[in-house]
């Protein structure tokens, strides 16, 4: 994630998204990415692990200062290609379907900007290149237990014309948002699909299915990867 002032030096201390813990770590330097690795990273859960509470410290001490972890507040997170150098086309696709994404989610109340930490919702991230340029453009989708209540719904069996219920989050009020949380054991992320070749026209069946869902369209075509750690499933 960007830096709070943008520095491309990244003197200035950052957050990153720990994936599949869906912990964002704050205060992040480079010289405190040592003690982050060996004091947080090398215990969180990993693509294999089954689907037991995360119980990592929340304070992780550095000689440089102190880093912070607090859960991801999004049910889904999704991660596009987007380097510009080593394939163009991930450069300009990558705008193009997070413009997509949102438009299809907002009307559901689910789209979220970098900055916007309401519970619920998805994050859409620009990440760099993960490799295959006949794979462009990639798309990385991590999901929470049935992220928004619908893993189970059968829309073949629902009223013609009628949509199934998407499941959103209430706001907490500030004061009672660290108390709720931690009624809800936090697991991380049960599910990652990692799809290709997504054009900006599959945007609507990838929110509708893939990220409120958890189900594959095309698997034919476009995917390339991923788990679930619900079925113990390492990689499809």
């Given at each position: 994630?960007?830096?709070?002032?943008?520095?491309a030096?990244?003197?200035?201390?950052?957050?990153i998204?720990?994936?599949?813990a869906?912990?964002?770590?704050?205060?992040?330097?480079?010289?405190?990415v040592?003690?982050?690795?060996d004091?947080?990273?090398s215990?969180a859960?990993?693509?294999?692990?089954?689907?037991?509470?995360?119980?990592?410290?929340?304070?992780?001490?550095s000689?440089?200062?102190?880093?912070?972890?607090r859960?991801?507040?999004?049910?889904a997170v999704?991660?596009?290609?987007?380097?510009?150098t080593?394939?163009?086309?991930?450069?300009?696709?990558?705008?193009?379907?997070k413009?997509?994404?949102?438009r299809?989610?907002r009307?559901?109340?689910?789209?979220?900007?970098?900055?916007d930490?309401?519970?619920g919702?998805?994050?859409?991230?620009f990440?760099n290149?993960?490799?295959?340029h006949?794979y462009?453009a990639?798309?990385?989708?991590?999901?929470?237990?049935?992220?928004?209540?619908?893993d189970?719904?059968?829309?073949?069996?629902?009223?013609?014309?009628q949509?199934?219920?998407?499941?959103?989050?209430?706001?907490?009020p500030?004061e009672?948002?660290?108390?709720?949380?931690?009624?809800?054991?936090?697991?991380?992320?049960?599910?990652?699909?990692?799809l290709?070749?997504?054009?900006?026209?599959?945007?609507?069946?990838?929110v509708?299915?893939?990220i409120l869902?958890?189900?594959?369209v095309?698997?034919d075509?476009?995917l390339?990867?991923?788990?679930?750690?619900?079925t113990?499933?390492?990689?499809?």
């Open positions: 994630m960007h830096t709070p002032s943008h520095h030096d990244y003197s200035q201390p950052t957050s998204l720990v994936l599949p869906f912990t964002i770590v704050d205060n992040v330097t480079p010289p405190a040592p003690s982050l690795v004091k947080y990273i215990h859960p990993t693509t294999s692990d089954p689907l037991d509470p995360v119980t990592l410290p929340k304070t992780i001490p000689s440089v200062g102190d880093m912070r972890a859960p991801c507040p999004h049910r999704v991660l596009l290609c987007s380097h510009r080593r394939d163009a086309r991930c450069g300009q696709s990558a705008p193009l379907i413009k997509e994404l949102e299809h989610l009307p559901l109340g689910l789209d979220r900007d970098l900055d930490e309401r519970p919702g998805v994050g859409i991230y990440i290149h993960v490799g295959g006949k462009s990639n798309v990385l989708i991590y999901r929470r237990p049935d992220a928004f209540g619908l189970k719904v059968e829309r073949g069996k629902l009223p013609p014309g949509e199934p219920q998407v499941k959103v989050a209430k706001p907490v500030a009672e948002g660290e108390e709720e949380r931690e009624k809800e054991p936090d697991v991380g992320a049960a599910q990652c699909i990692w290709a070749r997504v054009r900006p026209e599959d945007c609507e069946n990838l509708r299915y893939t869902q958890g189900k594959v095309k698997p075509k476009q390339r990867g991923g788990f679930d750690r619900s113990g499933m390492m990689s499809w």
